[in-house]
């Protein structure tokens, strides 16, 4: 029987509805079969009689109509029931997708708090590190110092990839296109590693059929870390032969242009189910590559879609022993002319005005003592005067009594964070509403340092904070040559400019 059949009460009524239907039929059929029995087609001395018409009506017509009734109950229920099941399975769809989207908050802010908790304590460390580094101490104790900031980036870089990962997932990681040479991208890339090659005595080509001249539109920090990912697992797992780069580029369509960049050695080499995963999160060849090479398995899964993300792809051939090459495939779009005003002042400052600091007012809000003591170790050194205060009010109780030229601000702090000491300078009809004000933070997730510029902010410098960074951050507004206050060589001995990529080395794990 059907699952939703009616109960008596129903029975019933369809039995009345049949009774009145086959009632209805009669009243149709007896006319009829009158007109065509007893006019048209009546025989020469017969009498017409409807007594079997009724008999024959009232035998087929109650079951018949009764059944068509019975079925169109029946076809009712079963819609409902398939209606019900349509909103039941809608409701778990609806409740899944709640739950997912609940899930992925709850993962952000977990990762967000992560990074934080895990940045202020880095920041300490490395800052200590960087800043015993730039004093006068012997070979040995530099050698130690070189591996803590080296421990300290490792763990970094780890963070990072999970940071960038968790991005890409949320869809909150934005490509950001600039005109510049792809070529000179991986010049640097190849100065940076050739020294990694030459002590392993292996050959380290970089091959290309563009010119340095040409110049693409894409954004070099992403195509930079995917390159820097594929460079240097090939030096790491090749311990004899070569590690070569090629450029290749191609007509995609009208606007744009298909960038290839091959990265082959003769490493240790893949089997086919060993290629096949990857690209997955966290995952290495087996368990002795962790051990013996290191590494967390999140580089070449977060440059795969790093390269999906810009239009391309990057595949692997490989075979065990013989060695592997990754093809990295992105689109790049034509470079947008832009005129190039002329000027006549020197387009560098002059060696005499570098930026030393010297006599610079600076307002260190933080309430972390370490953080602050990093910061001051970084800027004294520099000839800045330093005032700190551990919190908003107190800064902003600074700010009333003495005049300062630049403002670093924590966001997280108890009694005035950040945020709400941003608001306060620049709604205060003070002189010092429009003193730069630069965020150091360890918010590091997708969307941070926009919204902290948005509220006020006038530079962004996350945390763990780095030398250099600090130092061309404040330079940007107190001017002068960062580059020379940092007492750090911009250039390598190729003649490179590696500023631009420290920070991606970040997040390459080791």
């Not at 001249?213 to 390159?227: F, G, I, S, W």
């Amino acid at each position: 029987m059907f699952a939703g059949e009616a109960p008596r009460s129903a029975i019933a009524k369809q039995i009345r509805k049949a009774v009145l239907m086959a009632a209805i039929i009669l009243a149709v059929v007896l006319p009829f079969d009158y007109l065509l029995a007893g006019v048209l087609f009546r025989e020469p001395g017969h009498t017409y009689s409807a007594t079997l018409t009724i008999v024959i009506t009232l035998l087929v017509a109650p079951p018949f109509s009764f059944f068509l009734i019975r079925q169109g109950a029946r076809l009712e229920a079963a819609q409902a029931q398939l209606a019900e099941e349509r909103a039941r399975r809608l409701f778990e769809v609806e409740s899944a997708r709640d739950a997912a989207e609940a899930a992925t908050r709850v993962k952000s802010e977990f990762l967000a708090n992560m990074s934080h908790e895990i940045r202020t304590p880095l920041n300490g460390v490395l800052g200590m590190a960087q800043a015993l580094e730039s004093r006068p101490i012997d070979s040995e104790a530099r050698e130690m110092v070189a591996t803590i900031r080296e421990s300290g980036s490792n763990l970094m870089s780890i963070l990072n990839d999970v940071l960038d990962l968790s991005k890409i997932e949320a869809g909150r990681l934005d490509i950001a296109p600039v005109d510049t040479s792809v070529l000179h991208a991986l010049r640097q890339v190849h100065a940076l590693f050739l020294p990694t090659a030459q002590e392993k005595n292996v050959s380290f080509l970089l091959s290309s059929d563009v010119p340095e001249t040409e110049v693409l539109r894409l954004d070099p920090v992403r195509v930079r870390q995917c390159v820097l990912n594929l460079v240097s697992n090939a030096v790491k797992f090749t311990r004899e032969g070569q590690v070569e780069i090629k450029l290749s580029v191609s007509p995609a369509d009208a606007d744009r242009t298909l960038v290839t960049i091959e990265v082959t050695d003769t490493g240790i080499g893949m089997d086919d189910r060993t290629c096949a995963r990857l690209f997955e999160a966290f995952s290495q060849a087996d368990a002795s590559t962790t051990r013996k090479f290191g590494g967390t398995g999140l580089g070449l899964a977060i440059s795969r879609r790093l390269a999906r993300m810009m239009g391309g792809d990057i595949v692997v051939y490989s075979r065990p022993g013989e060695g592997s090459v990754f093809v990295l495939t992105f689109l790049a779009d034509a470079p947008i002319p832009i005129p190039i005003p002329v000027s006549t002042t020197s387009p560098r400052p002059d060696a005499s005005k570098a930026m030393r600091l010297r006599g610079a007012r600076v307002l260190l809000t933080d309430d972390n003592a370490i953080n602050r003591q990093v910061v001051r170790l970084f800027l004294q050194p520099q000839g800045a005067v330093i005032t700190e205060a551990s919190n908003g009010r107190e800064a902003l109780g600074a700010l009333s009594r003495d005049d300062f030229d630049l403002v670093l601000l924590d966001v997280h702090m108890p009694v005035m964070d950040g945020l709400e000491t941003i608001r306060r300078i620049r709604q205060s009809d003070a002189a010092w509403r429009g003193l730069p004000v630069i965020a150091l933070t360890a918010d590091a997730m997708a969307g941070d340092r926009e919204r902290l510029l948005a509220i006020g902010m006038s530079g962004y410098v996350s945390k763990p904070i780095d030398r250099a960074q600090l130092l061309a951050a404040i330079a940007a507004f107190l001017g002068g040559d960062a580059a020379q206050a940092s007492d750090v060589p911009a250039r390598d001995a190729a003649g490179f400019d590696l500023g631009g990529i420290l920070a991606d080395l970040d997040r390459l794990a080791g």
